[in-house]
């Protein structure tokens, strides 16, 4: 029994060990290919995840091929402190995104509001600096780029593009119900008559490509969408994840368990007992 506990506990690690440095290499790359402001920002949680991966592995292989369990102790006091880590930010992503709102509509967010969301993701995406640094990412990745004349992005660049290809018609177009007429595919005037709406989307709106309409509400919203389908799927993910740490630290246990017996039968033989 105590070598199949440890057989599994060693693949499952060796598995950890793998996504580990496969983690480290994408932060790695990150290094040395500069990239935007959003690519930087993710370089040291990614190395910090990889590194922590390589250690937990590392000592549940230890644990489990030398079978030290010193080392494994250590190893399933990690797990444990993971899976309440994993537990608790799974129940905190539901929380925050279970917010009840209406189906959206084929042509953008327009039946969405601000206040269909959350305060805790309203005040961290949507709001002061926090969106100031938002909007800083999502004009490093030029995701109103393919509106006008595209540039030369790297494949980086253009995947964290395709995640927000959906902000678009919102965050690159004025709100259709201002009446603002277009001239090309990055220039909007306004009719003779006026702005047909005196809504606050209408004034926040600039021609500008650095502006456009990423101050508009319904940029904020559709982000907002954007972020909470993103931390539902995330949900999904840590709960699979969650299954599988639990599952090696349940053997884990029970290795552990045969060791220490086996490590008695060992030492009572030792001494010349039956």
């Known amino acids: 029994m105590a070598r199949i506990c440890n057989a599994i506990v ?29 690519e930087e920002s993710i370089k040291m949680p990614l190395l910090i995840i990889g590194a922590g991966f390589i250690v937990v592995s ?8 030398c079978r030290v ?28 995104t279970n917010k009840d709102v209406s189906e959206v509509m084929s042509t953008g967010y327009e039946d969405y509001r601000l206040g269909d ?4 993701m309203r005040t961290h995406f949507a709001e002061g600096e926090n969106w100031s640094k938002v909007k800083s990412c999502l004009l490093d990745v030029n995701i109103c780029g393919n509106l006008g004349h595209d540039g030369v992005h790297d494949q980086f660049s253009s995947l964290f593009r395709k995640k927000f290809t959906s902000l678009q018609p919102d965050c690159c177009r004025p709100p259709p119900t201002c009446g603002l007429k277009s001239a090309n595919a990055t220039f909007w005037q306004a009719p003779k008559t006026g702005l047909t709406s005196k809504d606050a989307d209408c004034s926040a709106w600039n021609n ?3 502006k456009l309409c990423l101050d508009c509400d319904v940029c904020k919203v559709g982000f907002l969408d954007n972020i909470r389908r993103q931390w539902r799927h995330l949900a999904i993910f840590n709960c699979i994840l969650l299954a599988v740490i639990v599952f090696a ?12 017996s086996d490590n008695k039968k060992d030492k009572y033989r030792y001494r010349g007992y039956p």
């Open 10 to 38: 060693a693949v499952i690690n060796a598995i950890f060990l793998l996504a580990g440095l496969a983690t480290i290499l994408v932060a790695l790359f990150f290094y040395v290919e500069k990239g935007t402001q959003c």
């Open 58 to 65: 590392m000592l549940g292989l230890i644990g489990a091929c």
């Open 69 to 96: 369990n010193f080392f494994l102790i250590i190893h399933l006091t990690i797990l444990f402190l993971m899976i309440l880590a994993l537990l608790g930010f799974t129940v905190f992503a539901i929380f925050v």
């Open 117 to 120: 969301f959350s305060n805790w």
């Open 208 to 210: 500008e490509q650095d």
């Open 249 to 260: 630290y349940c053997v884990g246990c029970f290795a552990r368990r045969s060791n220490k």
